[in-house]
C-alpha cells in the first residue's frame, strides 16, 4: 500500500470485534476528508476467537499478538499508531515493545492510545466476577441475558439501541475458548517485566464512571509504562469509550496525531519496508525506531530547566538549521544527558556535562530574543574564544571548548536520525541482518546482497 495516510491500527477489547470502532472510523472520516495529507485512517483487526475471526485457534497472548504483527505487516504502513481497547490495550503494549526491540518486521510506529486499557501487569478484577464471567459460557456461546449482563456492568450510561445491539451479537458469537482464555490466562499474565517502560508518545484515556480501569488505575498500571504519556478522561463514561464517546475519542486521538505523534520526519515507505526486512538486523531496527519517535513538545525537559532549553533550541537552529518537519535536537540532547550519553569524549578543563550545559545556557540566555544574524554573530565569538559575559561561571576559553562538544551533540542526533539518512542517501545499516557473515564486503547498498547472504542471486554476484 505505498502512498497511503498515515494509519491507526485499532484493536478490541474482550468479547468484542473490529465494528466497535465503526462509530470512531466514521467520525475520524470527517475529520480527515480524502486528500488531507495530515489525516489518519483508521483499520480495525479482529483478534483471534472475536468477530469475523471467532473460529480461529487461541493459544494465549503469544497467538494473538503474532496475528496483530502479521496483520499490520500486511498493510505495509510507514508511518502508523497502534490504539488498544481494554483487552487490546495490552495486546498493543505488547506489539510496541516488540517492535521498539526490533523483533518484529515492522517500522514507523509513532505513538500509543490506550482507551480505558488492560495493563501489562495483571488486570484489576474482583474474583467473584471473573468466575460469574467465566461462568456465563461454560455451556457453549453466552446468552442474551449475560450479554446484556455485560453491557450494563461497562457503560457509564444507555448506548443507541443499534449499538447496543451490534456489542450484544458480537459477544454471543465470540469463542467461548478465547473468552475464557482471556480471563484465565490473558489478563493475569504479567508481561511487564518484557514491556520494561516503553519512549513512544502514547496517549491514555479513561472512563471517569468506569471500575477497575478507571483512571486511577490507568495513571498507577499504565502511566509507569509510558513514561511520555497525557492522561484525558471522559467524564460520565463507562469502559466501551468507542462506542459510549466515539467523536470525543476520535477528535482525541486526532488531536494527539496533529500536536505529538505526527510531529517531526519520516521515512518514504520503501525505506521503511527495508528497515523491517531481513537486510536490517533486529538491533539496529531497534535503534532506528527509537530514533524515529517524535518529540513530545510539551514533555518538561530532564535535566535542564525550560529557560535553558530554550535557550539550547535556539542555538541548535543556528548550528543545525532544518528545513521541513524537524527533529526537536534540544530536547534530544537534554535526553542524552539525563542517560549519561555522549561518545565519551569531553575537553580536558570543563567541569561535568550537566555542570558545563547548565553554566553555558546560563552564559548564553537571552539568544531566544535575537535574531539570526545577532545569534550568529554571538556564536562566532563564543567559537574564537573572545565572549564570557558577566557573571558567567565558564570563562571564555571553556564557553570555547564547550561549544565545541555542543556541535557534536546536536549534529549527532541529526545525521543518525533514519530520515536523514535517507535523504543524504545513506544505507548502511542495510547489511544483511544477522546472516553469518564473511569478512570482506565487495556489494555496497541495501539492493544488492553479498554472495554468502541469504537470498542473494547469481546476478547479484560481481567477479
Not at 87 to 111: C, D, E, S, Y
Not at 438 to 461: K, S, T, Y
Request: some cysteine; overall charge negative.
Amino acid at each position: 500500500m505505498p502512498g497511503h495516510r498515515p494509519t491507526v491500527f485499532a484493536l478490541h477489547g474482550l468479547g468484542l470485534s473490529h465494528r466497535l470502532f465503526d462509530p470512531v472510523a466514521d467520525r475520524l472520516a470527517d475529520l480527515c476528508p480524502v486528500g488531507d495529507p495530515d489525516g489518519l485512517d483508521l483499520i480495525a483487526l479482529d483478534l483471534p476467537g472475536f468477530g469475523d475471526r471467532a473460529g480461529d485457534r487461541v493459544d494465549g497472548l503469544e497467538t494473538t499478538v503474532d496475528a496483530v504483527v502479521r496483520a499490520i505487516a500486511a498493510a505495509q504502513p510507514s508511518c502508523w499508531l497502534l490504539l488498544g481497547h481494554s483487552m487490546g490495550a495490552k495486546i498493543v503494549t505488547l506489539v510496541a515493545a516488540r517492535t521498539l526491540q526490533g523483533a518484529t518486521p515492522l517500522f514507523g510506529l509513532r505513538g500509543v492510545v490506550l482507551l480505558a486499557g488492560s495493563p501489562p501487569s495483571p488486570e484489576p478484577m474482583d474474583e467473584d466476577r471473573r468466575a460469574t464471567m467465566i461462568d456465563w459460557v461454560a455451556r457453549g456461546p453466552m446468552d442474551d441475558d449475560a450479554a446484556n449482563a455485560f453491557v450494563d456492568a461497562n457503560v457509564g450510561g444507555p448506548l443507541r439501541p443499534e449499538v447496543r445491539r451490534m456489542i450484544i451479537d458480537d459477544l454471543r458469537r465470540c469463542s467461548p475458548t478465547a473468552w475464557r482464555d482471556w480471563l484465565e490466562r490473558g489478563s493475569r499474565t504479567d508481561v511487564s517485566g518484557e514491556v520494561g517502560a516503553l519512549p513512544v508518545p502514547a496517549l491514555i484515556v479513561a472512563g471517569g464512571s468506569d471500575g477497575d480501569l478507571g483512571p486511577d488505575a490507568q495513571r498507577d498500571l499504565n502511566g509507569p509504562v509510558y513514561p511520555r504519556h497525557r492522561v484525558r478522561v471522559l467524564d460520565g463514561a463507562g469502559h466501551l469509550l468507542p462506542v459510549e464517546r466515539p467523536a470525543e475519542v476520535a477528535e482525541a486521538v486526532l488531536d494527539f496525531w496533529r500536536s505529538t505523534a505526527g510531529r517531526g520526519p519520516r521515512v518514504s515507505d520503501d525505506v521503511a519496508a527495508v528497515i523491517g526486512s531481513d537486510r536490517t538486523s533486529p538491533r539496529t531496527r531497534a535503534a532506528l525506531a527509537e530514533r524515529a519517535l517524535p518529540d513530545v513538545p510539551d514533555a518538561e525537559p530532564q535535566v535542564l530547566d525550560r529557560r535553558q532549553l530554550a535557550t539550547l533550541g535556539a542555538l541548535a537552529e543556528v548550528v543545525v538549521p532544518q528545513t521541513g518537519p524537524t527533529i526537536d535536537l534540544a530536547r534530544r540532547v537534554d535526553r542524552a544527558l539525563a542517560d549519561g550519553g555522549g561518545d565519551g569524549w569531553r575537553h580536558d578543563g570543563l567541569p561535568g556535562d550537566v555542570e558545563a550545559y547548565r553554566a553555558a545556557l546560563d552564559a548564553l540566555e537571552g539568544l531566544t530574543d535575537l535574531d539570526a544574524a545577532q545569534r550568529e554573530a554571538i556564536l562566532a565569538a563564543v567559537a574564537d574564544g573572545d565572549y564570557a559575559p558577566v557573571g558567567s561561571r565558564l570563562t571564555a576559553a571553556q564557553l570555547r571548548l564547550w561549544f565545541d562538544d555542543l556541535r557534536v551533540d546536536l549534529v549527532r542526533p541529526y545525521v543518525t536520525h533514519p530520515a536523514t539518512m535517507a535523504r543524504i542517501g545513506y544505507d548502511g545499516w542495510a547489511g544483511g541482518a544477522d546472516a553469518p557473515r564473511q569478512q570482506g564486503f565487495r556489494l555496497i547498498g541495501a539492493d544488492e546482497r553479498e554472495p554468502w547472504e541469504p537470498g542473494a542471486g547469481a546476478a547479484e554476484v560481481t567477479p
